[in-house]
């Protein structure tokens, strides 16, 4: 592995010393690495920063990579999964957030990188999610992600009311905060918090999960992965919801709206390292 691109979260790592020092040691063993800032202000670069380390056009240079790093933490992940995946480059993540369940490492593991470089690992598939927001019929809307769509309420003071739908037949009508259409990924974020279920990551599902919903019997639903999932905003406050994306892709829902939900053609693709399994990270990152 020697075409390596690294981005880092400037709010992780403010003055970049730890990115300069993850770039000083892939470049002391071979690798051509290069790094992005993004949302990082260009008097915040280090004044000593080669030229060549750094790189303008991440969506050019990562056709040819054989890996993208994220130094922050998953929601750094989270951001770069797309650009990941579109290109087919597996990821690998260095936790310098809190929670870091798709971070494979901690700071302090800079030295695991060698593995890497020298092909001592393995990749993990992750599936993803595709979605379409239909109005009057038509198609106004498509993306992927990784985690989570969100259909949520805009207004804290009321409730939206929504009808949940497998392959075209009702699922169950829910009035509350809205709901979580979740991958395995995200059973361990937002769709957990809401009450949701924790299911192993390289799992093929999709998780239904209601926030706050106004009903003792509106429980989550896991759904196979060739599931077609859809949620329709049967009425909210002002006639409006917000469907969010990995918390990200935001977008406004009119009454009549209708959310499509799949598996997407696209995997997320993370580097492992660790002989750690899945249950000891879960009871790692949250006892």
């Known amino acids: 592995m ?3 691109l690294v981005c880092t979260n400037y709010d992780k790592d403010r003055d970049l010393t730890f990115t300069m020092e993850v770039l000083d040691y892939l470049r002391k ?5 290069k790094a992005f800032f993004p949302l ?12 060549d380390a750094l790189c303008p056009n991440p969506g050019t240079y990562i056709r ?3 890996l993208l790093l ?3 933490g998953d929601g750094t992940m989270l951001h770069n999964s797309k650009l990941a995946a579109q ?3 597996p990821m690998l993540g260095i936790n310098l957030g809190h929670m870091g369940f798709i971070t494979e490492l901690e700071k302090e593991d800079v030295e695991r990188l060698s593995d890497v470089l020298e092909g001592r690992y393995t990749v993990e598939n992750r599936m993803m999610l595709d979605y379409e927001v239909f109005r009057d019929g038509q198609c106004i809307r ?3 992600g990784l985690n989570e769509a969100v259909v949520a309420r805009q207004s804290p003071a009321h409730s939206i009311h929504l009808t949940a739908y497998g392959d075209n037949r009702k699922i169950s009508d829910y009035s509350g905060d809205g709901i979580i259409i979740a991958t395995p990924t995200g059973s361990t974020a937002y769709s957990m918090a809401a009450g949701g279920p924790i299911v192993e990551p390289t799992a093929e599902n999709l998780l239904l999960t209601p926030m706050c919903a106004h009903s003792l019997t509106a429980k989550p639903y896991v759904l196979a992965g060739d599931r077609h999932t859809s949620v329709k905003l049967v009425r909210g406050d002002c006639d409006e919801a917000l469907l969010l994306v990995d918390g990200e892709d935001c977008f406004t829902l009119k009454t009549g709206d209708l959310v499509y939900v799949r598996k997407s053609s696209y995997v997320t693709k993370l580097i492992k390292l660790r002989s750690l399994s899945f249950y000891d990270i879960v009871r790692n990152k949250l006892n």
Request: overall charge negative; hydrophobic content about 40%; proline content about 9%.
């Open 87 to 89: 290109n087919g480059v």
């Open 70 to 72: 994220c130094l922050g």
């Open 40 to 51: 990082t202000p260009a008097e915040a670069l280090p004044v000593d920063m080669p030229d």
């Open 29 to 33: 063993r071979g690798a051509e690495a």
């Open 142 to 144: 498509s993306g992927f």
């Open 2 to 4: 020697k075409r390596i």
């Open 64 to 66: 040819g990579a054989d």
